[in-house]
């Protein structure tokens, strides 16, 4: 068993002539040459090999800065790390501090300089426990160990407001005892499984996050983790071999909190939910279900999607069929677990998928980034990985008994928190798709008018409270498409808001016949005074894609606007900052009738008089406050 | 195997770690080349046991000083 990257597939042949040619390409196409290898399945070696390129070209631009801090040698993480990033469209730096002396370093001048946005804290059991004691004493030290843990954890958030991972420990330290560990309480081996198990809790209480190497390493054996060789050579605890998968999993963490994970599972029908093909063998030759291996492997990954959809994950169809054939199954055959209500975009026909994953994209209001797509056939996924590079394409094995554990190896769904949003997005977008598709495909004019008066809308506004922060925090981290400014917050930052007298905030909630669709938008303004007048700068912009097409953005503003005139602003000045994800609100603020107020850097800036501003009569909701 | 076949086993991997080539001889030394540092010789000793499917001791990595040594050592344990 070893840390190999199993789902990416295999580097290119001509590796080393791409990795060369990056260097003359202009800026843009560089970054995503980069990124295009970064998603294969690059040994040590190579890793390092891309890592100095990306560096060598990349050095100067704005970036996610990680300072990893811990009690051994952690410089040849750092590339694995910055590659696993790449992989995720996201630029970091590691800043790396001195070998052992992580306190020190944390209220180092070093770090302050760097303002580090992530702290990966990686220490060793031997480093925060001690040594093996098997004459010692009853468990009492865990406890102390833990509260040592939490005021560093304690200092570093208050030097450095910036979000914490905590490594669990990594179990190297040999049983003395054996099956029956537990029972001595100072043995090393007992104590770091006790720590870690307390760790879970202490980091849940506190808001850090874990990188659960312990949790890897009963995956992937010990020895793919921990050389004791190297420990000895190079005070290496993780093993530069399992470098590139270390990489992948803080990226996975890093990438939680910026929004880049991936919302939704499209997934291809025959020979990857049934065995056999509908077209052909009809819905009694299928195999699925109960009674044999093989039908029970592909009900394995119905269960698995549908555990993914409990918990926020949106699921597809994307398959090459006759739609009404492709339907049959889910709607006759007793066996299948998944049904039509659980998926949010459904495309059977014979397009190919490229075009029809654009399409669910589209449907579903997602980027095309935020799609992984599992398919059997090797031809498909080629097809895909060619033409939309964005789409995560794992290379699921032959054996379908394997595919969900394949799934879930690859991390692509990497989640820090749940909320009650998540829990019901999947029946959310589901019903979407009974009302006909709202958003995407909706009927034109006077019918769109008509069907969103039909529902029964309700936008009801606060400010930021306490018990909203959890979903505000995430809304402002992971939408990228109606995100006018694309500034992200961290929770205290975002808790400190709450007290400021000088902004306005307002969490927007909407109901509707249908249901609720919970915290949808999220607005965020500063008061400053201008020419002697007071105004308001809308910071921060960002809706939901769930409830676009609904004139949910023209009720906001005109809360934004009579709250802004409470506060005894003049005018609302609109910030509008490309992306590259966000073109969708680049006329956001001439439609709802802002003028130009002219462009600073990388930002346009838009300006709304309030006393000339009414709201429209014909909103179709009712806006409150509540 | 030979340690001259040894050696020109070894060229790609060199290749393969530094990113270009590097003229092998016996009595190259880590010296000798750039960015030869810990991290790439440990990157070097992960491509050999991959490529020739052995485990080198700590011992025999400390045994090696020249380009020389590290083909002796292949050729004595390859088996392919």
Known sequence: ?626 | MTEEAALAALAPLFEEVFGEPVPLTPDLTAEDVEGWDSTRMIELIIAVEARFRLKLTTREVDGLATVGDFAALVARKATR
């Open chain 1, 1 to 626: 068993m070893t840390a190999d990257r199993h789902w990416l597939p295999a580097p290119p042949a001509d590796f080393s002539a791409r990795l060369a040619a990056i260097e003359a390409l202009p800026e843009a196409q560089a970054w995503d040459a980069l990124t295009a290898l970064s998603r294969t399945r690059l040994d040590p070696a190579r890793t390092s090999r891309l890592d100095r390129v990306l560096q060598r070209r990349f050095r100067d631009r704005e970036a996610h800065n990680l300072a990893l801090l811990g009690s051994s040698t952690l410089s040849h993480l750092a590339a694995g790390i910055r590659v696993g990033a790449l992989r995720r469209d996201v630029r970091l730096t590691v800043f790396e501090g001195p070998y052992g002396r992580y306190r020190e370093a944390i209220d180092g001048e070093a770090l302050r300089a760097v303002r580090p946005d992530t702290l990966l804290l990686a220490l060793d059991a031997a480093d925060l426990l001690g040594p093996n004691d098997p004459a010692g004493p009853e468990a009492g030290d865990i406890g102390e160990a833990l509260d040592r843990l939490k005021q560093v954890w304690a200092g570093a958030r208050a030097l450095h407001r910036c979000a914490l991972i905590q490594q669990t420990l990594l179990p190297t330290a040999l049983p003395l005892l054996g099956g029956n560990e537990h029972r001595m309480p100072g043995s090393l081996a007992a104590r770091t499984t006790r720590f870690n198990a307390a760790l879970r809790d202490a980091a849940a209480a506190e808001g850090v996050d874990l990188l659960a190497l312990d949790d890897a390493v009963s995956r992937h054996g010990l020895e793919a983790w921990h050389d004791p060789a190297l420990w000895l050579r190079a005070r290496q605890a993780v093993t530069p071999a399992a470098g590139p998968l270390y990489g992948d999993l803080v990226a996975r963490l890093v990438g939680a909190r910026l929004g880049r994970s991936a919302k939704a599972l499209v997934l291809d029908l025959d020979d990857t939910l049934w065995g056999g093909t509908i077209g052909e063998d009809g819905l009694s030759g299928i195999v699925v279900g109960q009674g044999s291996a093989l039908g029970e492997s592909f009900l394995a990954l119905q269960a698995y999607a549908r555990d993914l959809s409990r918990r926020g994950i949106v699921l597809a169809i994307c398959s090459k069929n006759d739609p009404e054939t492709a339907r049959l199954p889910f709607a006759e055959h007793p066996d299948m677990l998944l049904r039509l209500p659980d998926f949010g975009a459904f495309a059977a026909n014979w397009d190919d998928k490229a075009t029809n994953l654009r399409r669910i994209a589209q449907e579903l209001g997602l980027g095309l980034d935020a799609l992984v797509f599992v398919d059997d056939n090797p031809f498909e996924r080629a097809l895909v990985r060619e033409n939309l590079p964005m789409v995560a394409v794992p290379e699921v094995p032959e054996e379908p008994a394997l595919v969900a554990r394949c799934l879930s190896d690859a991390g692509y769904f990497e989640a820090a928190t749940l909320t009650d949003e998540d829990r019901f997005r999947a029946q959310a977008y589901a019903r979407r798709i009974g009302t006909g598709g709202l958003a995407a495909t909706g009927p034109a004019g006077a019918d769109l008018a008509r069907t969103l008066a039909g529902l029964g809308m309700r936008l009801s506004w606060r400010s930021f409270d306490a018990v909203g922060l959890p979903r505000i925090v995430q809304l402002v981290n992971k939408t990228n498409q109606f995100n006018l400014t694309t500034r992200r917050l961290r929770e205290a930052e975002a808790a400190a808001l709450i007290d400021d007298p000088d902004t306005l905030t307002l969490q927007l909630r909407l109901t509707d016949r249908l249901g609720d669709n919970g915290v949808i938008a999220v607005v965020i303004g500063r008061l400053a005074e201008r020419d002697l007048d007071v105004e308001l700068a809308i910071e921060t912009w960002l809706m939901s894609c769930r409830v676009l097409g609904r004139r949910v953005e023209e009720g906001t503003l005109a809360v934004l606007a009579a709250q802004a005139a409470r506060r005894g602003a003049r005018r609302l000045v609109g910030l509008y900052r490309p992306s590259g994800r966000n073109g969708m609100v680049a006329d956001l603020y001439p439609r709802l009738g802002f003028t130009t107020d002219g462009e600073g850097e990388g930002e346009e800036r838009w300006v709304l008089d309030l006393a000339a501003y009414t709201p429209p009569g014909d909103l179709p909701m009712v806006v409150e406050a509540g």
